[in-house]
T-cell receptor, first 112, second 114 residues
Framework: DQQVKQNSPSLSVQEGRISILNCDYT??????FLWYKKYPAEGPTFLIS?????DKNEDGRFTVFLNKSAKHLSLHIVPSQPGDSAVYFC???????????FGTGTRLKVLA | GAGVSQSPSNKVTEKGKDVELRCDPI?????LYWYRQSLGQGLEFLIY????????KSGLPSDRFSAERTGGSVSTLTIQRTQQEDSAVYLC????????????FGPGTRLLVL
């Protein structure tokens, strides 16, 4: 059972436009969510996170939105840059468990 | 300071052989995780160590997989009698051990079982 789903395996966006990456989860006990970015031949690096007490968190060009009722979160990148081309993973966990469940990733390609 | 390091970076082995993968976490990080990423798949949780507590082994796919963490620092993931389906990138991560804390990943070990 895939508790964290990223239904779009790939996404292409023009440079300067908005990139929207989506993530759905099924476990209502999840209360902390993170986004990671992964370049080829490297480990994932942390991008941005959000707690379930918030519905939005912003860091520069990156904003994560959380819709708890829909069990859905999204990552917005504005404006998109070619260097943003990577695989993006969302992850979720429940406080006190320490076990993160990762999605399958979305490959973003930003076209110059 | 140094990040998480893993060795070897690449490993090719024959089916049936045992392999050992090593992870050096960030100094001071009490939590250590192992994940596996198979081709076209997401990150699959394998095992989690936190301080001196008993590890969470719930993600290990079979009893051929085991892991140790010596002295609360370096960890070794051992795969016995490797199978072709074990071919994947094995990623190690460490964190300060607080719930919801950011995990810092190593570059991974690419294992190919022929």
């Amino acid at each position: 059972d895939q508790q964290v789903k990223q239904n779009s395996p790939s996404l292409s966006v023009q440079e300067g436009r908005i990139s929207i990456l989506n993530c759905d989860y099924t476990n209502s006990m999840f209360d902390y969510f993170l986004w990671y970015k992964k370049y080829p031949a490297e480990g994932p690096t942390f991008l941005i996170s959000i707690s379930s007490i918030k519905d939005k968190n912003e860091d520069g060009r990156f904003t994560v939105f959380l819709n708890k009722s829909a069990k859905h979160l999204s990552l917005h990148i504005v404006p998109s840059q070619p260097g943003d081309s990577a695989v993006y993973f969302c992850a979720a966990c429940t406080s006190g468990t320490y076990k993160y469940i990762f999605g399958t990733g979305t490959r973003l390609k930003v076209l110059a | 300071g140094a990040g998480v390091s893993q060795s070897p970076s690449n490993k090719v082995t024959e089916k049936g052989k045992d392999v050992e993968l090593r992870c050096d976490p960030i100094s001071g990080h009490t939590a250590l995780y192992w994940y596996r990423q198979s081709l076209g798949q997401g990150l699959e949780f394998l095992i989690y160590f936190q301080g001196n507590s008993a590890p969470d082994k719930s993600g290990l796919p079979s009893d051929r997989f085991s892991a140790e963490r010596t002295g609360g620092s370096v960890s070794t993931l051992t795969i016995q009698r490797t199978q072709q389906e074990d071919s994947a990138v094995y990623l190690c991560a460490s964190s300060l051990g607080l719930a919801g804390d950011v995990q810092y990943f190593g570059p991974g070990t690419r294992l190919l079982v022929l």
